[in-house]
């Protein structure tokens, strides 16, 4: 099955600064990798996501990258701020099943 | 439009009782996904149905572990008899079809002591 991993487990950068954090996956048949951000107990929500058709994807401060070849993918949050503090998952759904494999989790802390 | 419905929010058994927990997904949603997310990992898929039929139930412990979605729109999922290691949150998602966003609901958090 699919195996997704996530790095680094903790991430901590001064606000202003950017982060970024990658994972890699093991199906070369995946083709939807969406990223979710969880607060400490709430539930996960979906901040961005990118299928295997496009290699780039930005909405405002966050983009997320996708090398098929290299078969990782990466999350990259400009300009942060202290409310980007959060448990960030990545995921990726293999064509033809719809259940998610996600990554351990980053545990983003944004310094003041 | 409402989110995803979880309850009850958190529950404290002792091993070898029963629970069952209860999801309400986004209205119109045909494919409702429960995860078991244990304390510092990700979400894990236990089950996926489509309306009211079971698209994958590979990674759920049948021994002790069952859902039902029986009208295609509520679900429940139950676990008899619980283990220590059942303690985790079991997080249900909605989507509109097979292949969609999937929303999460807040989930609910299980101790088995």
């Known amino acids: 099955g699919e195996n997704v991993e996530q790095h680094p487990s903790t991430l901590s950068v001064q606000e202003g600064d950017s982060a970024v954090i990658k994972c890699t996956y093991s199906d070369s048949a995946s083709n939807y990798f969406p990223w979710y951000k969880q607060e400490l107990g709430k539930r996960p929500q979906l901040i961005i996501d990118?299928?295997?058709?496009?290699g780039e994807k930005k909405d405002q401060r966050i983009a997320v990258t996708l090398n098929k070849t290299a078969k990782h993918f990466s999350l990259h949050i400009t300009e942060t701020q202290p409310e980007d503090s959060a448990v960030y998952f990545c995921?990726?759904?293999?064509?033809?099943?719809?259940?998610?494999?996600f990554g351990k989790g980053t545990h983003l802390i944004i310094q003041p | 439009e409402a989110g995803v419905a979880q309850s009850p929010r958190y529950k404290i058994i002792e091993k070898r009782q029963s629970v069952a927990f209860w999801c309400n997904p986004i209205s119109g949603h045909a494919t409702l996904y429960w995860y078991q997310q244990i304390l510092g990992q990700g979400p894990k898929l236990l089950i996926q149905f489509q309306n009211n039929g079971v698209v994958d139930d590979s990674q759920l412990p049948k021994d002790r572990f069952s859902a039902e979605r029986l009208k295609g729109v509520d679900s429940t999922l139950k676990i008899q008899p619980a283990k220590l290691e059942d303690s985790a949150v079991y997080l249900c998602?909605?989507?509109?079809?097979?292949?969609?966003?999937?929303?999460f609901g807040a989930g609910t958090r299980l101790s088995v002591l």
């Open positions: 998602a909605s989507s509109l079809d097979r292949g969609h966003i999937q929303y």
């Open positions: 995921a990726a759904m293999r064509g033809g099943a719809d259940g998610l494999t």
């Open positions: 990118i299928r295997s058709n496009v």
